[in-house]
């Protein structure tokens, strides 16, 4: 069978058994069987260079992750409702991690989980139900989190409860000073008030990933915080993005100088293993606790924490954080005269996480072959895809190529990466 007739048959199997909700990267997909730090390889042993993944944070097939893995699953792996010393070790490793005014944390299996819970502390704690979110946020799968995901379908928005509010411009028109997001927010707050609610939280991603990644300004988010807390409502910041180290800082709301009443964090915490949860001011969660037991099944069990604590090994053994900033301003500085070309409107990050900004959306109506000529940030990854350098599309209009390496990505690979952009662009 020929690789073609190969790759049809994949495909037709993928649609038959998953069904149309499912969707792949670039227009030649591609299968990988393996992966080793920022490497990925697919079954003829070809490698690619991974610019995409932030769940591997510390490495594909990390050595300490899977012992550690392995070692705690030959063991034991019970659930909470026992006595765990793996679990109460990590838990207090992580909540180390945190100003101290967050004092406890809850565990969960997802991101979406752990939104969803922020959510439920925040009604618990304010008796209020509104929600404030950024208007291309996405915070998860579930019901309510979907209903917060205005990236993900705006009609799943519950319009009753929900304001979404405009992020920080970006270059090249940046005019906004810092207070500006602030004060929608407590615009935001008002329009819920016209409609008779409250606000339990403003629910943010610290970078503002799905609204195209919007670092700045630094300090953004601390008068927003304000706004809501003035309104009655809650600050939650969503870390499953920025956390553990992809900024530069260990979490992304430190570059705001702020601190959060509840954080809720995922993807990266247990490189692959679905362990996902929240930290958040211990009176909060103990006025929900006099209320309602909690009790997830998979979510920090002993196995769980064991992967979470290998990872904060490697953060801290390899200074992985402070590599993010360093390594990831490089590759900022070697992109940034990239925005002199016409193609390219902005290229803008913070760490390990990098925009380039196409001028021209693609929109979903507009079909793939007849938008080959325009450079959008779809054709632009399939180019690099072709040299084998893995990125993504983000942002309202799919206009952002996203790069978001494993935070093992070194300073050896940044021409690469740079390179195989380049060749996309039609320059260099
Ligand atoms: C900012 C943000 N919050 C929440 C989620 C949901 O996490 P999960 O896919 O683990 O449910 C995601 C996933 O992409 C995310 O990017």
Redesign the pocket.
């Known amino acids: 069978m020929s690789m073609v007739a190969d790759l049809a048959d994949t495909l037709a199997r993928r649609r038959a058994l998953l069904g149309t909700p499912y969707r792949l990267f670039y227009s030649e997909p591609v299968e990988l069987v393996r992966g080793e730090g920022t490497w990925l390889f697919d079954a003829d042993g070809e490698r690619y260079l991974d610019a995409y993944n932030n769940v591997p944070c510390v490495g594909h097939a990390n050595p300490r992750v899977v012992d550690a893995l392995s070692r705690q699953a030959a063991l034991l792996n019970t659930h909470t409702r026992y006595l765990s010393q793996v679990t109460l070790e990590y838990a207090e490793r992580l909540l180390a991690t945190f100003p101290a005014e967050l004092g406890h944390v809850m565990f969960t299996c997802?991101?979406?989980?752990?939104?969803d819970l922020a959510l439920q502390l925040a009604r618990r704690w304010t008796g209020n139900a509104g929600v404030i979110v950024t208007s291309h946020?996405?915070?998860?799968?579930t019901t309510a989190?979907a209903a917060l995901s205005p990236s993900l379908d705006p009609a799943m928005v519950a319009i009753d409860q929900v304001e979404l509010v405009r992020p920080p411009c970006t270059a090249p028109d940046f005019t906004e000073d810092p207070d500006a997001f602030g004060h929608r927010v407590t615009a935001a707050v008002e329009a819920l008030a016209a409609r008779g609610v409250r606000p339990a939280a403003l629910l943010v991603?610290s970078v503002l990933?799905?609204d195209g990644l919007v670092p700045d300004p630094a300090g953004f988010l601390a008068p927003a915080a304000a706004a809501v807390r003035a309104g009655g409502g809650l600050y939650i910041s969503?870390e499953?993005?920025a956390g553990f180290g992809r900024t530069g800082h260990m979490w992304g709301f430190e570059r705001h100088g702020v601190v959060p009443d509840i954080v809720?964090m995922?993807?990266p915490m247990g490189n692959g293993y679905?362990l996902?949860g929240l930290a958040a001011r211990s009176d909060v969660v103990d006025a929900f606790g006099r209320e309602r037991r909690y009790f997830n099944t998979f979510a920090g069990t002993p196995l769980a924490c064991a992967a979470g604590l290998a990872v904060l090994d490697e953060l801290t053994d390899r200074e992985l954080v402070p590599h993010a900033g360093s390594v990831g301003s490089k590759l900022l500085a070697r992109l940034r005269p990239l925005a002199a070309l016409p193609a390219v409107r902005e290229v803008r990050g913070v760490g390990l996480y990098i925009a380039v900004e196409m001028a021209a959306g693609a929109e979903p109506t507009a079909s793939a072959e007849s938008r080959r000529d325009e450079l959008t940030a779809a054709v632009i990854v399939d180019r690099m895809r072709e040299n084998r350098v893995l990125a993504a599309v983000t942002g309202p209009g799919a206009r952002v190529v996203k790069i978001r390496p494993p935070l093992v990505f070194s300073e050896a690979e940044i021409e690469l990466l740079a390179g195989s952009l380049e060749r996309a662009l039609g320059v260099g």
Do not use: L, R
């Open positions: 997802s991101g979406s989980e752990a939104n946020a996405y915070h998860g799968t989190t991603d990933s799905s969503d499953v993005q809720t995922g993807k679905p996902a």
